[in-house]
């Protein structure tokens, strides 16, 4: 059940990328409005395979990059739609679908293989520090996401271009809110997933800090984060300067989730 559902959710999601597209090309927001639902029928199709996951197996699905990236893409998907609630910033799903299909396509490739759990995962920390870990960077995604749509908004704006998309296109305001409200919930929330890690790693290999190299990478993109708070939040930092950093500070992050395993020996190699 957990593999059909996600088929459909994948299909889903193709879909309203392709609505959200259509309504650029078009320029109807009613066509987006009509991708928006798509996207939720996607994440609550989504939320249902995850469940089926989690039961059929009988430990918590992201045990694995692949399962891993299916849930970033339901949890990217699933802020976003909250945003819709209060938010007229329905455009930038058009922004944010490409990126939750591309990440559930490349899921699918191995998401359903039934593969053994290493003994070293089996500890109840294990799901509290990968799912807020991989919450908060789902939200740093779409901190990400927004700052890519304010710099091209702004940059249309400033070429005086965007005449006619202007009744398409979210505020600038609203754009810096999203990208802010995304950083300080997925600071908190990675900031927890590290501190359960590091209870983890001290029962597993004695020591909260082990200079591991996806360690070292996280622990880089954590204090470039807090900068980002602190700039944002103490100094005042708005728009593009802001947008720009977070951009960079997800770039790093995505390395540090994907990279590091590739390019370096870590004990973190089951994610």
């Known amino acids: ?25 078009v320029r109807k927001v009613q066509v987006a409005k009509v991708s928006t639902w798509i996207l939720f029928s996607a994440f609550a199709v989504h939320t249902a395979s995850i469940i089926f996951r989690w039961v059929e197996t009988g430990h918590s699905p992201v045990t694995n990059l692949y399962e891993s990236l299916s849930f ?6 699933g802020s976003y739609l909250i945003f819709q609630v209060k938010t007229k910033t329905r455009i930038l799903g058009a922004f944010v679908s490409p990126v939750v299909l591309v990440m559930a396509i490349t ?12 003994s070293i995962l089996m500890s109840s920390w294990v799901p509290v520090h990968v799912l807020l870990t991989l919450t908060g960077s789902a939200l ?28 398409l296109l979210p505020s600038l305001r609203e754009l810096d809110r999203i990208n802010n409200i995304c950083l300080v919930a997925g600071f908190i929330l990675i900031t927890l997933g590290i ?12 020591s909260h800090w082990q200079w591991d190299p996806k360690q070292i990478a996280t622990l880089i993109s954590w204090i470039l984060y807090a900068l980002l708070l602190h700039q944002r939040l103490a100094i005042g930092w708005k728009g593009r300067k802001a947008a720009l950093l977070s951009i960079i500070a997800f770039v790093i992050l ?11 020996v870590t004990v973190h190699n089951f994610i």
């Open 1 to 25: 059940m957990g593999s059909l559902f996600f088929k459909i959710a994948l299909g889903l999601y193709f879909l309203s990328m392709l609505g959200y597209i259509t309504s650029l090309v």
């Open 72 to 77: 970033i893409a339901w949890a990217v998907s």
């Open 107 to 118: 899921a699918s490739a191995r998401l359903m293989e039934d593969t053994p759990i290493p």
């Open 140 to 167: 740093f995604a779409l901190a990400c996401l927004s700052g890519i749509m304010y710099l091209v908004q702004d940059d249309l704006i400033r070429n005086k271009k965007a005449y006619g998309f202007s009744r």
């Open 195 to 206: 501190i359960a890690g590091s209870i983890w790693a001290r029962n597993v290999w004695g």
């Open 254 to 264: 995505l390395f540090t989730f994907v990279g590091v395993n590739i390019f370096f």
